[in-house]
């Protein structure tokens, strides 16, 4: 046997390593065409997510990209300002006729609110403080005028869906085999985009759920608490004001046209996308996805500078410029659907089964 190999016994046993990851690529293999055999109508790859390969490659070539990693302390103060500002429109709001009302719920309420689900989403890397704790509660303020908890949940899915960009069961980023079966015409894919608030968060229950933790506890009782003071002070109408404004901000919404400019694939081989607009301006730049994705440790303030710096990864592969034009062309495209998804499987069920056990990534 020659150096690094491993001797063959009298009975002509095999090396176990080798066998071990034979049988390895064996039960992936078996399970990957279950799974595509079960849904074969999403996208299937059959690597590994390509932001990891991308972040290296980037690195390499520009290397003055690391000076950008590391907090916005800037961020802080933008949620300060926002909540506060949600909580006056209450007050300036107090008797003001129902279109008024209708009016500003879907304008500012609605808006303000999905910058805020925005805030969280930075939050979640850590990115708008020092120290995973500061983070936390800076996510939590950021969720209050919301009016209903998200963002520890948010947390522990959303890092998932970085690590694990597209895979099966572990990535709920991605519709439900039924969205993609029952949304499929031009009218129900308007109800789908309306509905979105819903499937965002109840999809995550039914495909991978999670046993809740403390920081979901602390995160349920801030924001229960501040509705009743809601409640108490102004009413029930001004809570319905912030709740409205959520379901309004992350459904059929210009802002929440990012949920779809994300990941939908409307370019065959290309699974992330970014959107360079003036929405950008509302929403700590989520519209740089791509660049996003690539190096989740930059704020949404450097995004753009990652882009500045390395444009031959960015500039020439397509990217939108209107969040608006993608919904209309989700909605009218019949190609296009809660199906147009990459999913791949890189993980046995073992090691999902695993993962869950251990609650996630984040606890």
């Known amino acids: 046997m020659g150096k690094g190999g491993c001797k063959s016994s009298s009975l002509g046993e095999s090396c176990p390593i080798k066998n071990n990851n034979q049988n390895k690529t064996s039960i ?93 989403h930075e939050l979640s890397h850590n990115l708008g403080a020092k120290g995973v704790v500061s983070n ?67 999809r995550p229950l039914f495909v991978n759920p999670k046993e ?40 059929l919404h210009p802002v929440a046209g990012h949920f779809i400019a994300e990941h939908y694939v409307m370019n065959k081989g290309q699974e992330t996308y970014s959107y360079y607009g003036p929405l950008n301006w509302l929403t700590f730049n989520v519209g740089y996805h791509n660049e996003h994705h690539d190096f989740a440790n930059i704020s949404g303030k450097h995004l753009p500078d990652v882009r500045r710096v390395a444009p031959e990864y960015y500039d020439d592969i397509p990217h939108y410029h209107s969040w608006v034009k993608v919904i209309w062309d989700y909605i009218v495209d019949d190609k296009i659907s809660p199906y147009s998804r990459v999913k791949r499987v890189t993980m046995e069920n073992r090691e999902i089964e695993e993962l869950k056990a251990k609650g996630g990534l984040v606890q």
């Open 28 to 120: 992936l293999e078996k399970e990957r065409k279950e799974k595509i055999q079960a849904e074969p109508k999403f996208i299937w790859a059959y690597d590994e997510e390509p932001h990891r390969r991308r972040k290296q490659e980037i690195l390499l070539k520009h290397p003055s990209i690391k000076k950008f990693m590391g907090i916005d302390p800037n961020t802080k103060y933008k949620v300060v300002f926002w909540v506060g500002f949600q909580v006056l429109s209450l007050h300036l709001l107090q008797g003001a006729p129902w279109y008024t009302w209708l009016f500003c719920c879907y304008t500012l309420s609605g808006s303000i609110n999905h910058m805020m689900t925005l805030a969280m």
């Open 136 to 202: 936390r509660f800076l996510a939590i303020l950021a969720n209050l005028p919301m009016g209903i908890p998200a963002a520890m949940s948010f947390k522990r899915y959303h890092m998932e869906h970085h690590k694990f960009q597209g895979e099966d069961v572990v990535d709920v980023d991605i519709p439900t085999n039924f969205e993609g079966w029952f949304f499929h015409s031009t009218a129900r894919k308007v109800l789908w985009c309306l509905l979105q608030p819903l499937f965002y968060s109840l």
């Open 212 to 251: 809740p933790t403390r920081w979901e506890f602390i995160n349920i009782l801030c924001i229960a608490l501040f509705d009743v003071v809601i409640l108490y002070v102004w009413g029930i109408r001004e809570l319905l004001y912030l709740v409205v404004g959520t379901l309004f901000g992350m459904g």
